[in-house]
T-cell receptor, first 114, second 114 residues
Framework: DAGVTQSPTHLIKTRGQQVTLRCSPK?????VSWYQQALGQGPQFIFQ???????QRGNFPDRFSGHQFPNYSSELNVNALLLGDSALYLC?????????????FGQGTRLTVV | KQEVTQIPAALSVPEGENLVLNCSFT??????LQWFRQDPGKGLTSLLL?????REQTSGRLNASLDKSSGRSTLYIAASQPGDSATYLC?????????????FGKGITLSVRP
């Protein structure tokens, strides 16, 4: 059973550019959440997708957007990158509607903005 | 606003020691609490999930307890091993429901000396 998979694992972008990160949830999970983890900090909630719609959003600017596809996979897009966007981006999946509230995380995408 | 605190930030113990990692949260109205392990530069591995109605959960050498009224959880690790060296994070899911976001502490970095 494949767990949560994220791609790419590492990425280097220039300030002002745009980036897309991808996530495939654990088999059987329909809800995907994205988190940003700065060095030495706990993950911070960005947003959550369920049934192809953004259901909840954390305190992140509109430069952060996302999408969920019919197969439950998801993308995180960040526009106009800032140096402060450098972080580990984590994707988590769960299936709360089925009573599976345990969150499973992927290995993360390390984004470096230079 | 929910805040999660984990103190101390780092801990170093000799192999074989039993240890307790603490987690406190400000709002006792939670849905559940989850403990994670994170190896350097990697994603999060779920260790234990405690529902708000439960007092403790056990998995192998790990035991997690929850005292919702006092806003505290502890992760007990028995007979620690060098392979237990990692950062341990606790996260609470707020009362709004099974699909609500996780709020994380900053984690406790554990080093187990051979």
């Amino acid at each position: 059973d494949a767990g949560v998979t994220q791609s790419p694992t590492h990425l280097i972008k220039t300030r002002g550019q745009q980036v897309t990160l991808r996530c495939s949830p654990k088999s059987g999970h329909d809800t995907v959440s994205w988190y940003q983890q700065a060095l030495g900090q706990g993950p911070q909630f960005i947003f959550q997708y369920y049934e192809e719609e953004e259901r909840q959003r954390g305190n992140f600017p509109d430069r952060f957007s996302g999408h969920q596809f019919p197969n439950y996979s998801s993308e995180l897009n960040v526009n106009a990158l800032l140096l402060g966007d450098s972080a580990l981006y984590l994707c988590a999946s769960s299936s709360p509607g089925d009573g599976n509230t345990e969150a499973f995380f992927g290995q993360g995408t390390r984004l470096t903005v230079v | 606003k929910q805040e999660v605190t984990q103190i101390p930030a780092a801990l170093s113990v000799p192999e074989g020691e039993n240890l307790v990692l603490n987690c406190s949260f400000t709002d006792s109205a939670i849905y559940n609490l989850q403990w994670f392990r994170q190896d350097p530069g990697k994603g999060l591995t779920s260790l234990l999930l405690i529902q708000s109605s439960q007092r403790e959960q056990t998995s192998g050498r790990l035991n997690a307890s929850l005292d919702k009224s006092s806003g505290r959880s502890t992760l007990y690790i028995a007979a620690s091993q060098p392979g237990d060296s990692a950062t341990y994070l606790c996260a609470v899911r707020d009362y709004t429901g099974a699909n609500s976001k996780l709020t994380f502490g900053k984690g406790i970095t554990l080093s187990v000396r051979p």
